[in-house]
Protein backbone atom coordinates (compact mmCIF):
# COMPACT_ATOMS: atom_id res chain seq x y z
CA UNK A 1 0.00 0.00 0.00
CA UNK A 2 3.09 2.18 0.95
CA UNK A 3 4.37 1.56 -2.76
CA UNK A 4 1.25 2.20 -4.11
CA UNK A 5 0.78 5.66 -2.36
CA UNK A 6 4.18 6.59 -3.18
CA UNK A 7 4.09 5.79 -7.14
CA UNK A 8 0.56 7.61 -7.09
CA UNK A 9 2.42 10.97 -5.50
CA UNK A 10 5.90 10.52 -7.60
CA UNK A 11 2.57 10.56 -10.65
CA UNK A 12 0.89 13.69 -9.23
CA UNK A 13 3.84 15.85 -8.79
CA UNK A 14 5.37 14.52 -12.21
CA UNK A 15 1.59 15.70 -13.75
CA UNK A 16 2.29 19.02 -11.59
CA UNK A 17 5.19 19.34 -13.06
CA UNK A 18 4.14 18.86 -16.44
CA UNK A 19 0.84 21.70 -16.18
CA UNK A 20 3.39 24.36 -14.88
CA UNK A 21 5.85 23.61 -17.73
CA UNK A 22 2.81 23.76 -20.42
CA UNK A 23 1.44 26.97 -18.49
CA UNK A 24 4.97 28.80 -18.23
CA UNK A 25 5.41 27.69 -22.41
CA UNK A 26 2.05 29.03 -22.71
CA UNK A 27 2.44 32.40 -20.84
CA UNK A 28 6.11 32.48 -23.40
CA UNK A 29 3.96 32.12 -26.21
CA UNK A 30 1.65 35.04 -25.31
CA UNK A 31 4.11 36.74 -24.54
CA UNK A 32 5.78 36.44 -27.93
CA UNK A 33 2.63 37.01 -29.98
CA UNK A 34 2.39 40.47 -27.76
CA UNK A 35 5.77 41.30 -28.22
CA UNK A 36 5.80 40.52 -31.71
CA UNK A 37 2.35 42.63 -32.56
CA UNK A 38 4.09 45.52 -30.49
CA UNK A 39 7.34 45.29 -32.43
CA UNK A 40 4.77 45.48 -36.00
CA UNK A 41 2.81 48.04 -34.56
CA UNK A 42 5.99 50.53 -33.67
CA UNK A 43 7.51 49.34 -37.49
CA UNK A 44 4.18 50.40 -39.05
CA UNK A 45 4.12 54.22 -37.15
CA UNK A 46 7.54 54.56 -37.72
CA UNK A 47 8.00 53.94 -41.26
CA UNK A 48 3.97 55.87 -41.73
CA UNK A 49 6.35 58.90 -40.15
CA UNK A 50 9.46 58.22 -42.26
CA UNK A 51 6.97 58.22 -45.48
CA UNK A 52 5.99 61.75 -44.43
CA UNK A 53 9.27 62.99 -43.84
CA UNK A 54 10.87 61.44 -47.51
CA UNK A 55 7.46 63.02 -48.86
CA UNK A 56 8.39 66.56 -47.81
CA UNK A 57 12.10 66.04 -48.57
CA UNK A 58 11.28 65.14 -51.59
CA UNK A 59 9.18 68.24 -52.78
CA UNK A 60 12.17 70.87 -51.34
CA UNK A 61 14.54 68.36 -53.60
CA UNK A 62 12.59 68.16 -56.40
CA UNK A 63 12.46 72.41 -56.37
CA UNK A 64 16.58 72.32 -55.56
CA UNK A 65 17.19 70.37 -58.41
CA UNK A 66 14.88 72.79 -61.00
CA UNK A 67 16.74 75.49 -59.74
CA UNK A 68 20.48 73.68 -60.62
CA UNK A 69 19.09 72.92 -64.08
CA UNK A 70 18.30 75.88 -64.37
CA UNK A 71 21.80 77.51 -63.69
CA UNK A 72 23.43 74.81 -65.67
CA UNK A 73 21.04 76.06 -68.69
CA UNK A 74 22.01 79.78 -67.98
CA UNK A 75 25.35 79.40 -67.43
CA UNK A 76 25.39 77.64 -70.95
CA UNK A 77 23.85 80.51 -72.68
CA UNK A 78 26.13 82.90 -71.17
CA UNK A 79 29.70 80.73 -71.58
CA UNK A 80 28.34 79.79 -75.21
CA UNK A 81 27.41 82.59 -76.81
CA UNK A 82 28.18 86.16 -78.10
CA UNK A 83 27.11 88.18 -75.22
CA UNK A 84 26.86 91.27 -77.54
CA UNK A 85 23.86 89.23 -79.95
CA UNK A 86 21.85 88.84 -76.28
CA UNK A 87 19.46 91.58 -75.25
CA UNK A 88 20.53 92.26 -71.49
CA UNK A 89 16.98 91.62 -70.34
CA UNK A 90 17.89 87.77 -71.19
CA UNK A 91 21.57 87.97 -69.36
CA UNK A 92 19.45 89.42 -66.75
CA UNK A 93 17.52 86.69 -66.36
CA UNK A 94 20.59 84.09 -66.67
CA UNK A 95 22.49 85.84 -64.00
CA UNK A 96 19.33 85.58 -61.85
CA UNK A 97 19.53 82.00 -62.13
CA UNK A 98 23.11 81.56 -61.38
CA UNK A 99 23.70 84.14 -58.74
CA UNK A 100 21.39 82.15 -56.15
CA UNK A 101 21.52 79.07 -53.59
CA UNK A 102 19.39 77.16 -51.48
CA UNK A 103 19.43 75.41 -48.31
CA UNK A 104 18.11 71.69 -47.73
CA UNK A 105 17.70 70.22 -43.99
CA UNK A 106 16.30 66.23 -44.14
CA UNK A 107 13.74 65.60 -41.55
CA UNK A 108 15.27 62.65 -39.78
CA UNK A 109 13.20 62.88 -36.58
CA UNK A 110 11.33 59.74 -37.26
CA UNK A 111 14.57 57.53 -38.60
CA UNK A 112 16.39 58.82 -35.23
CA UNK A 113 13.66 57.90 -33.03
CA UNK A 114 14.16 54.03 -35.33
CA UNK A 115 17.48 54.21 -35.00
CA UNK A 116 17.42 54.68 -31.22
CA UNK A 117 15.22 51.76 -31.20
CA UNK A 118 17.68 49.84 -33.50
CA UNK A 119 17.50 49.63 -37.30
CA UNK A 120 16.66 46.02 -36.92
CA UNK A 121 12.64 46.62 -36.12
CA UNK A 122 12.25 46.80 -39.69
CA UNK A 123 11.79 43.62 -40.89
CA UNK A 124 12.24 44.57 -44.68
CA UNK A 125 15.76 44.03 -45.22
CA UNK A 126 16.39 45.79 -48.05
CA UNK A 127 14.21 48.47 -46.57
CA UNK A 128 16.50 48.86 -43.78
CA UNK A 129 19.61 48.95 -46.33
CA UNK A 130 17.86 51.98 -48.19
CA UNK A 131 16.84 53.73 -44.97
CA UNK A 132 20.53 53.97 -43.83
CA UNK A 133 21.74 54.74 -47.21
CA UNK A 134 19.69 57.90 -47.15
CA UNK A 135 19.82 58.96 -44.00
CA UNK A 136 23.45 58.23 -43.13
CA UNK A 137 24.79 58.41 -46.45
CA UNK A 138 23.51 60.38 -49.72
CA UNK A 139 21.64 63.06 -47.16
CA UNK A 140 24.82 64.18 -46.22
CA UNK A 141 26.28 64.29 -49.61
CA UNK A 142 23.24 66.44 -51.14
CA UNK A 143 23.39 68.76 -47.95
CA UNK A 144 27.28 69.29 -48.85
CA UNK A 145 26.50 70.00 -52.82
CA UNK A 146 23.71 72.20 -51.90
CA UNK A 147 26.21 74.24 -49.30
CA UNK A 148 28.71 74.71 -51.86
CA UNK A 149 26.45 76.25 -53.30
CA UNK A 150 25.68 78.55 -51.14
CA UNK A 151 29.12 79.23 -50.33
CA UNK A 152 30.44 80.02 -53.81
CA UNK A 153 27.74 82.43 -53.56
CA UNK A 154 28.85 83.68 -50.28
CA UNK A 155 33.09 83.96 -51.36
CA UNK A 156 32.68 84.61 -54.79
CA UNK A 157 29.56 86.23 -56.16
CA UNK A 158 28.93 88.63 -53.03
CA UNK A 159 32.06 90.74 -53.19
CA UNK A 160 31.58 90.73 -57.01
CA UNK A 161 28.09 91.73 -56.12
CA UNK A 162 28.63 94.58 -53.55
CA UNK A 163 30.96 96.53 -56.59
CA UNK A 164 29.33 95.77 -59.75
CA UNK A 165 25.35 95.29 -59.16
CA UNK A 166 22.76 98.06 -60.59
CA UNK A 167 19.73 95.96 -58.78
CA UNK A 168 19.84 92.10 -57.78
CA UNK A 169 16.44 90.18 -56.91
CA UNK A 170 17.51 86.93 -55.94
CA UNK A 171 16.95 84.35 -58.18
CA UNK A 172 15.02 86.20 -60.40
CA UNK A 173 17.23 88.70 -62.07
CA UNK A 174 20.75 90.75 -61.85
CA UNK A 175 21.44 93.82 -63.21
CA UNK A 176 25.18 94.69 -63.61
CA UNK A 177 27.07 98.17 -64.08
CA UNK A 178 29.09 96.73 -66.97
CA UNK A 179 28.27 93.01 -68.37
CA UNK A 180 31.62 93.53 -70.03
CA UNK A 181 33.03 91.46 -66.79
CA UNK A 182 31.63 88.19 -67.94
CA UNK A 183 33.57 88.44 -71.02
CA UNK A 184 36.39 85.58 -71.67
CA UNK A 185 38.68 85.51 -69.89
CA UNK A 186 38.15 87.10 -66.87
CA UNK A 187 37.38 86.60 -63.42
CA UNK A 188 33.55 86.40 -63.17
CA UNK A 189 33.89 84.03 -66.39
CA UNK A 190 35.48 81.48 -64.42
CA UNK A 191 33.62 81.84 -61.31
CA UNK A 192 30.61 81.23 -64.03
CA UNK A 193 32.44 78.02 -65.54
CA UNK A 194 33.18 76.78 -61.49
CA UNK A 195 30.31 77.40 -60.17
CA UNK A 196 28.23 75.41 -63.56
CA UNK A 197 30.59 72.67 -62.43
CA UNK A 198 29.45 72.80 -58.88
CA UNK A 199 25.42 72.85 -60.01
CA UNK A 200 26.42 69.57 -62.35
CA UNK A 201 27.36 67.97 -59.78
CA UNK A 202 24.70 68.63 -57.09
CA UNK A 203 22.42 67.68 -59.63
CA UNK A 204 23.82 64.39 -59.87
CA UNK A 205 23.68 63.90 -56.30
CA UNK A 206 20.18 65.03 -55.98
CA UNK A 207 18.63 63.09 -58.66
CA UNK A 208 20.22 60.21 -56.99
CA UNK A 209 18.97 61.12 -53.70
CA UNK A 210 15.61 61.19 -55.19
CA UNK A 211 15.49 57.80 -56.73
CA UNK A 212 16.42 56.20 -53.31
CA UNK A 213 13.86 58.13 -52.01
CA UNK A 214 11.58 56.93 -54.40
CA UNK A 215 12.49 53.18 -54.14
CA UNK A 216 12.22 53.95 -49.74
CA UNK A 217 8.49 55.07 -50.96
CA UNK A 218 7.43 52.12 -52.65
CA UNK A 219 8.93 49.42 -50.39
CA UNK A 220 6.84 51.41 -47.28
CA UNK A 221 3.97 51.27 -49.32
CA UNK A 222 3.98 47.64 -49.16
CA UNK A 223 4.91 46.92 -45.95
CA UNK A 224 2.03 49.07 -44.30
Do not use: C
Amino acid sequence: MKKDKNGMYFKYALGEIILVVIGILIALQINNLNENAKNKEFEKEMLTQIQLNLKKDKLTLEKILISFDNAVTSSDKILNSELSEKPEDSIKIWLGAIIQFDRFQPLTNAYEVLNSNGLDKISNKELRFLLGTYYDDEASLMIKAINDVELAFNQHWTPILVEEIVEFEFKRSVELKDYSILLNPSKVYNIIKLNRNNFGGGIHIITRGIRTIEKIQNLIKKEI
